[in-house]
């Protein structure tokens, strides 16, 4: 069973820009959750999307947003973005939207903003 | 609001020692605690959870961790440490939310170095 994919893997940007990234979960997996992980903070929850839902989300401004497609694909979009938005971004998929399974990630795309 | 400290930024441990690396968390209610491992350049990949029952818990690559309810901890455990352990571990936590998950709050990670 093919893994969590997420494309691009690397992205470098300017200031002011918009981006978008893209993840692709396992196979049969319904729940999508994003992260950032940054040598700083570490590694902080963004949101997470059921059936096409998003039904939590992190302590992130709203340049920050994303949303799930009925194939359970997700896209996350960043606008105007800032250097402090350098990061590594994860995703990861679940089988089902709870807590007690765990997630499976991907290996992130690294975006770099100049 | 849940939390996950990792008290050590590193770990060194020679080949064929036990290892620990320590966790402890706090949250309201009854915690879902996990632990991942990071490789340079990869995502992360899961290694074991505790959501509830025995308080040792078994996973992958001969990993186990223990969860202390009283100390609010839980530590990962290897009996022999293998040079191809060395990585960076996460430690997370998170609790059932009403109506869906809660995203995993992730301590800052420990960097552990196996020496042969």
């Known amino acids: 069973k093919a893994g969590v994919t997420q494309t691009p893997r690397y992205l470098i940007k300017t200031r002011g820009q918009q981006v978008t990234l893209s993840c692709s979960p396992i196979s049969g997996h319904r729940s999508v959750s994003w992260y950032q992980q940054t040598p700083g903070q570490g590694l902080q929850f963004l949101f997470e999307y059921f059936s096409e839902t998003q039904r939590n989300k992190g302590n992130f401004p709203g340049r920050f947003s994303g949303r799930q497609f009925s194939n359970s694909r997700s896209e996350m979009n960043v606008s105007t973005l800032e250097l402090g938005d350098s990061a590594l971004y994860l995703c990861?998929?679940?089988?089902?939207?709870?807590?007690?399974?765990?997630?499976?990630f991907g290996p992130g795309t690294r975006l770099t903003v100049t | 609001a849940q939390s996950v400290a990792q008290p050590e930024d590193q770990v060194n441990v020679a080949e064929g020692n036990p290892l620990t690396v320590k966790c402890t968390y706090s949250v309201s209610g009854n915690p879902y605690l996990f632990w991942y491992v990071q490789y340079p350049n990869r995502g992360l990949q899961f290694l074991l959870k505790?959501?509830?029952?025995?308080?040792l818990v078994k996973g992958s690559y001969g990993f186990e961790a223990e969860f202390n309810k009283s100390q609010t901890s839980f530590h990962l455990k290897k009996p022999s440490a293998l040079v191809s352990d060395s990585a960076l571990y996460f430690c997370?936590?998170?609790?059932?939310?009403?109506?869906?998950?809660?995203?995993?709050?992730f301590g800052k990670g420990t960097h552990l170095i196996i020496q042969p």
């Open positions: 505790y959501i509830t029952g025995d308080n």
């Open positions: 990861a998929s679940s089988v089902v939207g709870t807590a007690a399974y765990e997630q499976y």
């Open positions: 997370a936590v998170t609790i059932l939310g009403g109506g869906g998950a809660d995203g995993l709050t």
